[in-house]
Each structure stands twice: as structure tokens, then as C-alpha cells.
């Protein structure tokens, strides 16, 4: 057996509650029950203890431990929970813990809100280093981040001062291995896994079946001063999807009274591949009792691989003209109509969403004299992602007016699932469905003047497709200085203090080229059937009721040059005001005292501290206008700076050994959005004064925008009833201040040409009207917690092996914005329970967990990438697992070995979005089925 001695610092990083960190990555299957090795030595006459736990109590021992000896309130999950259902994404493990939710990006959970404040309202850090974002702003889509290779997750509620991470919601601390820390030395493990989908594949191109794999191996070297932990992992996951989404409704006259109606639908079938190959690095020296150091890193190369398959069909907004209504009396909603003379879009498309993440941290750690401890820690993370989303469109002529036309029905089915349709033309068809435009819908000038279509027949019909190509670069390097000092007093037991520095640059480029055919010309105009080398059969739209449709290559027959490209941002400005180079630099200064007192004959724990941050932000961009048709732009760099304060207290009153009463209380701020501070305007002159009596407008980000602000109060019974069971019940509440809006304000543009004229008005009117997004508006968010882990055999031996996790949390928001209006913030469902039921025991395990949220309002991707809010319908997931260990079931000559299977969304819960209040509305009825996967883990140690 291996002889563990800690260590000045390894017995401080255990007192402050990263023991979570001790246990292995990559831990898919470890054992399941308990187990205490203790051996005694004689080393400088003390007595030493080796303590493994395993299975799934000890993983709710390690993370109840975190829990219980933190400072602040917090929730945390050992890699035992993260390997025993190894998820897509860790967003998945995250959001069965009490009071968090999470939101499904294309079947994956990708986006987490904490006690109902969304993703960017949240901090990320990745071993206690903020981290970088795929997304256009600051919430982090945590697909992006393996769980194979996390040793564990720690979500702080309240903040302390010595948190570098910022958001109003808390912050989500993802961990990974320290070798040093862990148990036992000459660990290798191999896992492997079979996926597939409940939907067979919706295309004859796509994937319904994936494999992936990970190796992990961990050692130590030089007598225990030496760790190396290296995982590797490799990832490919299907997913398909059943999409029922619309254009709108909107309001359709019949006889003088108004009804809402189907302007037009886009529902497709997609079939997608999730690549990711992981890599994670981390060495530790310790080579006495006084210095420490740890270096870790992280490259996670990422791809998302959609084909995508559907018929667009305009209806009260298309051609034909609409008759056969049948009516809600309710709500004057039509749920059925018919309309004849209709041309459809049938559409083949092709997108990725790749990105490459690098994530470089440094810690040292320095015990200059038994009561003074140093700190120096560097990070470097960056990522790149690049969007590849590509439409090709077909129909039975080009235009408007040619080809043939359909008569097309709609019944809406009702329970939020879209319309089925009723069609009367083939669409498998090729010599019907040819390659070209069959609607008007490139009303581009540059695109007529290209092909020299103004004032013919043929204006505003080149358009064959469409490329948006926006990209992502985001970058931040962090320095951090502290010291912690020993007191010997009688009511702080040791003071931290630093100071922090933090450089980040996030740019986007909005990217998006029209696509017409390589053959078209005025003289050429028609349509192109599709060649046979492309030709891939069809895909199947029933469930829409539209049955067969031609299925092709459109990348392939891209990349052989059947398309031309021309730069949309020629003459739309929309590109202009999408781009953006945010900069902010970041410094703080800190100092936190730890409370360890006495009250009562009770210890009193805890901290008090307070944090100055200054920021200083710098947004490069355009100012830019259409002028002639053709966008003209200058640049544009604008700066702002703020500062903040922000004190905090968390307080832990021990009852006894088993109870506390926490108490927390602090200011936190939540930084404006990226795209918010956008310093890419459009700017438009008028010789006519607007109803402010400004004679300018001036459209995009606010670069003067200030933090959103909440003090925040949190009060928490906790009873830790056995080593693996506990009870948990908490109020919070949080009073908001300086939230941000969609509004208008006034400017000066005193000096500033007219960009069509390039002259400078004269000063009487130089008052401009800016639009973009205003600090206002006030609120309170107040909200109940009750969480329980519960080991059964704790009220009778014959249920040993038995547990539940459960939690239930409720929230209530009163708020509004500046003009007075109720506003409800993204994120946030007023209800979230989560339930696990499991039994372990003898190397046969299950497991069963349902996470559940009420309707919220989310982010989705929009037209053009755009980021858009919607009314989001609640949603219940339930996943399961049984597995088998063969070693803990005393099989020795498969000792290390374990198997499992796994089901998720084996409820087939379907991702439901509205448009409006009406809940016939249907904006998105999203279907994916379930996953089913097969896994093994082998180690050896």
C-alpha cells in the first residue's frame, strides 16, 4: 500500500473543501460501495490514515463534503456523479442540482440559469480561472466542455471577495484532475461507448449511430512529489430532429373580423454529428511541505455537423389565396385553412459550428513562514469558432409566378405540435423540384445590378441559396496575486488579500453571401435540374403531412462551383451593425477574512470580505450608412469606464456536528452583454426633425452601458444527518437594479457629416436620437429551495443500497423595466425540481433521474444568427442507467471492469417554443427522441 503523507498545503486545499477534487477523472464506473483502508505507521511518532471512497455514496460523501465545508452556500458533483451518467455535455450533470436549469441547443442540454438568472448573467471558470464563450456574448454553451474528462463541478450561490468570476446569478467552477491529491498512483483507464437514436436516420446522408472513447492515465513520481494526469477523449454523438417551426402569425380580415392565421412554416428533419476531441493535462510538484506548483491545460477541438431537410411553405403570406377557415372561438386562432395557387421553397442545407478552445493556467503556491502563504496564478484561454450555415432552394420554376402551383391545407393538431399539412404535388419528384429560386426573395440591388435584372421580368429572382458565415474570437489572459495570512485571534482565523488582473477581447464577424447558380443569366433565367452525381433520394416528411422530398448534395455540388457568391453586406448593413471588437480590462482588488469564532457555545464560521473592481471597456466598429444602395462606413472606437464595490458575508452557525444556519449577503454585478456594447452603429440624417425633435437616428450598442447590480440575501438550514444524507432548506432574494433594456436616449452629433451628402449639418441640428439598449428599471426575485440526499438504508437495513436526491425550488419575480412595464428576465422558471432514485450494491447498479422546469423565456438562434428571445414551454427529461462491476461483484479476474447502459430523454420529451401569449401559437415543436448508449470502462491500478 502507498504510503500518503500530506502536506502543509495539500491539508489546506482539503480544509477548504477541494476534496471533490481528489477523485479520478474520467470515472465512469468506479465501485460502489464504501470502502475504508486504514493503515497504521510510525513516521516522526504520528499515526497517518488513508481514506478511498467509492461508488456512488462516496461520491455524494466527497460532494456533500465540498458542500458542507465551504464558506459560502454552495452545490457541488464529484466526477462520480459526471462519469456515472456521462453526458454530452456537462450542462446535463449541472442541471440536476438544486435550483438550476438548464436549456436544450439542438437536443443537448448547452445553456444553464441559477435560480432563474440565464447564462450571461452567471460566471465560468475552469479550476477557478473565468473562461471564454463560443457564444456572441458571455454565457458559456457548456457543449463545448467534455464530462468525460471533469473531476468535478462547483456552482457557489454566494459569492466570497476572493472570486474572480462575476454574475448576479453565481458561478460555475468546473474542475479537473490533481494527481497529488488523489489516492493510490499508476492508474490507466480505457472507456468506450456505442450511441445511437430512438429516430432512425431522417437522412440518407446522416448518422443515427456514434462511437467515442477516452484513455486516461495518472501517476506519481519522485516519492509522491511528482503528478502527471493525462485524459484524452473522442467524441462523436448523433443526434436527429423532427422540426415543425413558422414564419408568424399574423392577423387575417375575414367579413371585417380579425383572426390570427399561419403566415408560413419552415419545418425540416435534420441529422447531426457532434465531433470533439479532448485533450487535458495536468502536472503537480510539490517538492517539499512548502511550495507547491500546478500546471493544467485544456484543448477541446469541437464540430457540430447538421444536414438539414424541409419545404418551406408560405401560406397567409404567400401567393394563394386562403378560404376553408375553421376557427378557435377562444382566442379568434385559425387551426385549420386551405390555400390554393401556392409555390413552395424545398430546401437542402448543409451547416457547422466548429471551434477550436485552448485553456493555459499556472498556479504557485509558496508557504514564506508557517503563518504567511503566497499566491501567483497565470491563465491564457482562447477559442475560435466559425459558423458554416448554408441553404440551397428548389421549386417548380424560378420566380414568383413560375412553375407549378399547389393547393395546400393546414390542420393545427394541437398540445403545442405544430400544423400538418395536406399537398397535391410530388416534391420526391426531380424533373418537378429543380435547383433555383422559386421565390422573390432576393430583393438585393447589388444582386440585379450583378445580373442586370432591374426593371426586367426577372428582377429581384437571382437568389438560390444563402451562406451566413459569422465567427467568434475570444481571448482573455489573467494575472492574480495573493497572500493569506494566519491570525491568532478570537474571531478571524486567517485574512486573504490580492489583487487581480483580467485582459479580454471578444470579435465577431457577421459574415453572409447570396447564392445564385453558376448558369444563371438574364439570358439563361430558368431552373436546373438537379445533376444525378448529386442525387441522394429523398428524405421523409410525414410527420408534417408533406411526404417525400428530393434529397442532394448542396455541398458538394457548392464546392464543384454550381453556385456564384455575392457579399450580402454589399448592401445590407445588418453585417455592419452584427460586427464587433469588444475589449475590457479588469482589475480588482480583495480582501477576505475567515470568521472562526464562537456564539453560544456555538462555533460561528464563515467570511466577510469586499472586492473593488474597476473596468475599462473599448468597443472598435463602424459608423455606417446606405447611401445610393450601397453601404459607406467610417470607423468608430468608443470607451467607457466604471467601477464597482462589492462587499459580501457569509455566515455558517453550527448547532451541532450535523446542523448549521447559513447566512449570506452581498452586492454582485453582471457585466452588459458583448453585442450590447457594440460600437457599430447606423447613422441616418433627416431634414425633418423626429418627435424628440432630433434630426439624427443613430441604431446598435451602447458602449456606456453600466452593470446590472443586485444585493442579494440568502438564509439556509442545512443537516447533515449522515456522511451521505442531508436536508437542505433555503430562502433567497435579491433586489435588482440597473437592468438592461431596448430604448432610446439622446446624443450630440454636433460636427458629424451626413454620410449621403458627406456634409456637416449646421448645429441647430446636430440633437440625435440613439436606439440600443438603456440601464433601467427595478425588481425584487425572492424564491424557495428544499433539496434532500437521502441514503435509505439509513431507516432500515433491508433497503441498503437504496437512495434519493431530490429538489424542488420555486421563484418569484416581481419587476419592471424603465417605462413601467412587467418584465420578465431570461432564464427564469418560476418552478425547477430534479429527482435521482438509485440503488448500488454488490457491482449492480441503476439509476434513474428526472430534471423538470416550468415555461421560461430563452435565447435561440434566429435568422441570420441573430440572437433572439422567446416564450420557451417547460419541459420534463427523465435519463436512466443500470450497470454492472464486475470486480465489487467479486468476479477478481474482471477485476477494474464495468459495463453500463444508459438511456436519456427516454421520455421523448420534445423542446416547445411560442410565439405570443396564445399557446396555439406554435413557433418551434422540436422532436428528438431518445439516446441510447453502451458503454465500458476498464482501469487498472
Known sequence: ??????????????????????????????????????????????????????????????????????????????????????????????ARMPGIAAQRLDGRASRVAIRGFGENHSGTTLNGREQVSISDNRGVEFDLYPSEIMSGVTVYKTPNATLDAEGIAGSIDLQTIRPLSAYGKNKFQINGLYEQTSLDKLNPDGDDRGMSGSLFYMDKFANDTLGLAVAYANKNSPNQEKRWATWGYP??????????????????VRSSMLERESLMAVVEYAPNDDLHLTVDLLNVDFKDEKILRGIE???????????????????????????????????????TREADLNSFGVNLEWAASNSLMLEFDASYSKVERD???????????????????????????????????????????FNLIQLGGPLTWGWSSALNEQYGLGGTEWENTAQDGFLNAPSIDDELTALKFAATQELNNELFSKVTYGVSYRDREKNKYSRGYYLTLADFSLDNPGTVVVPEQYRLGSANLDFIGMGNMIAYNSLAFLNDGGYNLLDEALTGIQHLTKSYQVAEEVTSAFISAQIDTEVADMMLTGDVGVRYVRTKQTSNGYSGAVVDGIVETVPNSEEHDYTNILPSLNLALHLDERQKVRFGAAKTISRPRMDQMNASVQTTYNNTPDANGNYWS??????????????????????????????????????????????????????????????????????????????????????????????????????????????????????????????????????????????????FSFRASMRKRDDFSGDVYGLG?????????????????IGFDFGEAGIRSLDGLSIYLQGLNINDEPFKSLSGDNSLQVRDYQEYGSTYLLGFSYKIQ
Open 698 to 843: 443613430v441604431s446598435g450598442g451602447n458602449t456606456s452601458l453600466e452593470p446590472i447590480e443586485a444585493t442579494g440575501f440568502d438564509l439556509t438550514y442545512d443537516n447533515y444527518f449522515t456522511d451521505d444524507s442531508y436536508f437542505s432548506a433555503a430562502y433567497f432574494h435579491k433586489s435588482l437594479d440597473s437592468w438592461i433594456f431596448p430604448g432610446s436616449y439622446a446624443i450630440d452629433m454636433t460636427g458629424v457629416a451626413d454620410p449621403a451628402t458627406g456634409e456637416v449639418p449646421p448645429s441647430s441640428n446636430s440633437a440625435g436620437t440613439r436606439y440600443g439598449e438603456v440601464n433601467g428599471g427595478d425588481g425584487t426575485l425572492k424564491g424557495l429551495e428544499l433539496s434532500l440526499a437521502l441514503s435509505l438504508g439509513v431507516i432500515d437495513d433491508s433497503l441498503d443500497g437504496f437512495g434519493i436526491l431530490a429538489s424542488h425550488t420555486i421563484i418569484d419575480l416581481d419587476m419592471v423595466d424603465q417605462n413601467g412595464n412587467e418584465f420578465m428576465i431570461p432564464g427564469l422558471s418560476e418552478k425547477i425540481q430534479s429527482f435521482t432514485g438509485y440503488y448500488e450494491k454488490n457491482g
Open 1 to 94: 500500500m502507498n504510503k500518503f503523507k500530506p502536506s502543509k498545503l495539500t491539508l489546506a486545499i482539503l480544509s477548504s473543501g477541494m476534496i471533490a477534487l481528489a477523485t479520478p477523472a474520467l470515472a465512469y464506473q468506479e465501485a460502489e460501495e464504501e470502502e475504508v483502508k486504514a493503515e497504521e505507521v510510525t513516521q516522526e511518532s504520528q499515526e497517518e490514515q488513508v481514506l478511498t471512497i467509492t461508488g456512488i455514496r462516496g461520491s455524494l460523501i466527497r460532494s456533500q463534503a465540498v458542500k458542507r465545508n465551504s464558506s459560502s452556500i454552495v452545490e457541488a458533483i464529484s466526477a462520480e456523479d459526471i462519469g456515472k451518467l456521462p453526458d454530452s455535455s456537462i450542462a446535463e450533470s449541472i
Open 313 to 351: 411553405i408560405p401560406f397567409a403570406w404567400g401567393q394563394g389565396s386562403v378560404s376553408g377557415l375553421a376557427v378557435d372561438s377562444a382566442t379568434g386562432f385559425v387551426t385549420e385553412a386551405l390555400t390554393q395557387g401556392q409555390r413552395v421553397v424545398v430546401r437542402n442545407d448543409y451547416e
Open 387 to 429: 459558423v458554416f450555415s448554408f441553404e440551397s432552394y428548389a421549386g417548380t420554376g424560378r420566380g414568383d409566378s413560375n412553375g407549378v402551383a399547389d393547393n395546400i391545407g393546414y390542420v393545427f393538431n394541437g398540445g403545442n405540435t405544430g400544423a400538418t399539412f395536406s399537398h397535391g404535388l410530388d416534391y420526391s419528384d
Open 251 to 268: 392577423t387575417f380580415n375575414v367579413d371585417g373580423t380579425d383572426y390570427s392565421v399561419l403566415g408560413g412554416a419552415k419545418p425540416f
Open 865 to 881: 444568427f441573430n440572437t433572439d428571445q422567446v416564450a420557451i414551454v417547460g419541459e420534463t427529461i427523465w435519463d436512466a442507467q
